[in-house]
């Protein structure tokens, strides 16, 4: 056996465990048997003699029974079990490949372990382990149907082995970027894990920004068309009520916003000009919230998913975005929401904050609109502290803002923003706290924004004149600037996930939308089914088999005349009634075991016409056509009947 | 086109993970789908490039004698302009058995491979049904091409060793003359030349004259006749009766070989007398195909003057033919061979 296609066998076993590996959620202990595989193709491949039968078995054996126990009781998730239990028959395959089959087997080991490994991970690594599996498979393919043919000689493969792989890349490309798309979801559950985050619920506990603010994690990839002037704040959500420890959202019920499907399919909250919107097309990661993030105030959204809900204040809530790797284009304008009907729930302080009331009011003294008021005290607010992410504990009995602002002086964003609600609402000026992510980091190789879990951020929107204005009193703190190296590998993970993970129909019909240039097409109805999506699925799926059969039965036929084609069709339909034909059965075979099976005497007469027409060169007119149809669909019916 | 048993896994595999990949909607899963989809087609359609242009031809280096190991040259030519074409294996028909293997036909070009075949009866055969089959680049799809190849090969009979025969004959005392192998040197005729003649014996002047080739012949060789008689009427056993075929044939050969002219006789196919090669292709052309007959419709007869030697080969004991055995020099029965 050539020693590449040895070589191959090995490199595609262990891209399949290393697919699995890269996941991060596979549970080390279980794969530990995977080591097996070093040894083991280091025997094959230096020619030692495989392990016995009885051995394989019993390890087999022994597997299957820890696969039992790890789906039930160690990992207790049977997806994860499986992903182990391919591990260790990789492993246990290394020792026992004795024929081509068994490369064969570790073939279609590895596709399997590649494709449990694809619902563990959306890394770019896996892309890279994607393309050099697909490669090492067709060549080690190439080099198993030669081994088959049982010929090792140098027949000069180089060429179209590179060929074929190239090609098959990109027919590869081609299927995916015309593929359609669905998600039936009907059975199993995904398991990709999301991101953590937090500040984005109803309650959120004071402090607990420190626990994510030194995260480098992107949480999401945003490209303007056009730049608007930053800073950038991508509002999240707002929270209204302050206990003393813990900000709490008290808004009325979400109100379900409809999708504008007369029109152009999005989701809109007010009316807006589009050319002067500022629109934000967003890649998100997979965080673990339902908000959608934009420049305030978001004007329309125009993103997947059925329901879209907002709570009034200007946050917007799309439960399909939860957990997913999720696309939106955000539509802005350069304006802050009005203040809706007066509630006195934007002026609530919590007990004991009477030390902080009088500060408030010592730098609002001289002032005399709320505007001027809401700027003394964020100026005072940014000059007079400064920002630190360390924790400072307040002593017990001491409200960890009085202690922010009295004692230790620095803090992060949550400090400054709480701080300056309580300061504004106790110079009666309304206030809420607004969480989000600020700022990012420009990626000029992508030419889009890429914003971390570091860039999370609070901050104040008061109401002045019938409008909420935005503040930040938080103090610049230090920025984390990556390498162009960082910058460069983020671009290519963006278009991994923007091209590959998250390509979408809509991207399917931007293409035919280019393709179709310089004859634009009309727009393309975007197909909805309301109901049970699963079912139409299925049935969607199978009669597009069933045409594929049809369709192929149609072409093996098609070579045939008409007179030919009806003898193959008997012949098959005979040997699916049960008659012993062979492909070197003869018409008067095929005659007897039709006459077996109960067919009358037309048989022979079609048998007869068929014999003329194909041995004797006799070609039939319509009548003879006719007749020789009538027949054909009599012995059917008799076959059928 | 067929699938492979390989071909089929690979087929339900990609089912599995179409399946998959429309239930989770997870783009990873649609691409590995799409890989599967990407390598049927592949397969698909470079086996059919693979085979395109491909032209088979078969023919025969060489007489072919029964259960006599002949080689038959396969040739398979690439008429594409660019393309090679590889792994082209060419099964033969049944009867023939044995495959040729090319795992590489550059374009444009031919490569051939001698097959060595054993045919086991005498006949004439036609070549039959060849496939042509490759299921390149994987092992997923077979694809065949039924070529049928019209023209015929001539089965002879086997050619036995006769040494052993003729030394009983010798010891018999039935022909001292028999092994001689002397020319004689009296003039007889000046005749035609005819292939497998001794070009030493040419008559140039008469070549001449007549614008042909002419040989010259000497009295001696007159003696040198041989007539061999072939019972083929209604022969009873089979095997004797090939048995008979395949003497007659090995008998001819040998005293073809030894300068003789020998003339072959049986019902209703007599080959007059004859020497060298041609003659003994005719001989053999006439024992490939020969077959039971029931009437004995012959010029020759227990009354015509023998010729030369005469060894008769009857099928049996109670043969009609057994008239000929005044006539004839030596006798020898089926079921003794």
Redesign the interface.
Known sequence: MLQIYKLLTFLLAFTGCTSLIITGEINMLMSLPGIGILPGYFRFLKGMPQAPKLAVSGFSLITLLVFSVDSLIISNDYFLAVAHLTIAFQAIKSFDLRDPWDHLQVYFMSLLQLIVASELTHSIVYGAIFIFFLIAFVTAMVFSHFIREGTTSNTGLKKPVVFISVVTLLITAFFFVSMPRMAGGLWGKAHQKSIKTVGFTEKVDFGSFGDIILDPTVVMRIEMKAYSKGPYYWRGISLDYFDGVSWKDTGEQRENIYRAYETDNRFYIRSFDEENAIVQTIFAEPIDTDVIFGLPEIAALDAPGRALFADGSGSLYLPAKKGRRFNYTVYSIRDMPAFEEFSDKYLQLPDGVEKILRLAQEIALTKDTHMDKAGAIEKYLRENYAYSLSRSEAPPGVSPIEYFLFNSRRGYCEHYATAMVLMLRSVGVPARIVTGYTGGEFNEYGGYITVRQSNAHSWVEASINDKWHLYDPTPPGTADVHSQFSQFLDMLRMNWNRYVVAFSPKDQKKIIRALSMPFPLPSIPALRFPGNVGLLYIVAFMVTGLSILLIVRSIRLRRYNLITGRYVSLKNLLRKRGAYITPSSTPSGVMKEAMRLGVDTNIIEFIKIYEEHRFGGRELGREGRAIYERLGRDIKRQLKG | MRVSR?GK?FFL?ALL????A??????????????????I??SII?LRINMRGLQLRVFQSGPVFAKTPANLEVSVSNEKSRIPS??I?VLMPEKISGKA?F??IPPGSDVSESISVIFRRRGVYGYGEFLIES?????FFLKRILCSIRSQVVVYPEIKETEKIVQEIVKDGSSPDLLWAGRGDEFSLIREFRHGDDRRRIHWKASAKTSTLMVTEYAAEEARKLTVVLDNLMPRDHTAFEDSISFAASVSDRFLNEDYYVRLVTCRKVIPFGSGKDQLYKILDVLAAISAQNSWECPFSAETAPEGFVILILNSGDSPLNRFIPASDMVIYAADL
């Open positions: 390989e896994r595999a993970t179409g399946i998959a429309f239930n989770t909607g997870n783009n990873l899963i649609y691409l590995i789908f799409c890989m599967m989809l990407a390598i087609a592949i470079i590889y792994s294996k293997y795992p590489k299921s390149f680049p994987f092992i």
